[in-house]
Antibody, heavy 121, light 105 residues
Framework: EVQLVETGGGLVQPGRSLKLSCVASGFTFNNYWMSWTRQAPGKGLEWVASITNSGGSTYYPDSVKGRFTISRDNAQNTLYLQMNSLRSEDTATYYC??????????????WGPGTMVTVSS | DTVLTQSPALAVSPGERVTISCRASESVSTGMHWYQQKPGQQPKLLIYGASNLESGVPARFSGSGSGTDFTLTIDPVEADDTATYFCQQSWNDPTFGAGTKLELK
């Protein structure tokens, strides 16, 4: 059974940093791209970052580029998201996802339960 | 960014057929995917590539469309289908629609 479990969320002041982790099990972790997607309270979904299965390439939207860094440790089946210079608009539940990729199809076929990040003074 | 527009809410009776629409601001070919999110839960993939049913998802769910106009159909609707449904495109960097909240009468 595929499982993704996120940890590391919490309350953080604006301008500070936070690192999220996601431990994966039930599948061959190093065969899959992985991503983070977030959801602000009562709002929709926003893709935040993705990483190739080897970790050699990463992708970000403009809203977090230069502030967030995605990484992975394939030996530990763990995905990370380093978040720096946090802003109030980064307040959200952050989901770890396993990516499905077939040609130009890029979708998120398993999601963790999420970890809440609140940026507030 | 490719903007996806969904109607905000729908209300249907159990046993009926419901269609949920998603319109893209530019063509995404068939790079459209659908998710179901129940209150307090993480999203779940239903359909990928516009019309491909994800493994384990009931055949009551189906998807169609290409280019800019897409539809998720549930037939027949069951009480357990109360949820918000999101579309997501992958022709460009992933973006999501704002979601359609489905309520049962």
């Amino acid at each position: 059974e595929v499982q993704l479990v996120e940890t590391g969320g919490g309350l953080v002041q604006p301008g500070r940093s936070l690192k999220l982790s996601c431990v994966a099990s039930g599948f061959t972790f190093n065969n899959y791209w992985m991503s983070w997607t977030r959801q602000a309270p009562g709002k929709g979904l926003e893709w935040v970052a993705s990483i190739t299965n080897s970790g050699g390439s990463t992708y970000y939207p403009d809203s977090v580029k230069g502030r967030f860094t995605i990484s992975r440790d394939n030996a530990q089946n763990t995905l990370y998201l380093q978040m720096n210079s946090l802003r109030s608009e980064d307040t959200a539940t952050y989901y770890c996802t396993r990516d499905g990729r077939v040609g130009y199809y890029w979708y998120f076929d398993f999601w963790g339960p999420g970890t809440m990040v609140t940026v507030s003074s | 960014d490719t903007v996806l527009t969904q109607s905000p809410a729908l209300a249907v009776s159990p046993g009926e057929r419901v269609t949920i629409s998603c319109r893209a601001s530019e063509s995404v070919s068939t790079g459209m995917h659908w998710y179901q999110q129940k209150p307090g839960q993480q999203p779940k993939l239903l359909i990928y590539g516009a019309s491909n049913l994800e493994s384990g998802v009931p055949a009551r769910f189906s998807g169609s469309g290409s280019g800019t106009d897409f539809t998720l159909t549930i037939d027949p609707v069951e009480a357990d289908d109360t949820a918000t449904y999101f579309c997501q495109q992958s022709w460009n960097d992933p973006t999501f629609g704002a979601g359609t909240k489905l309520e049962l009468k």
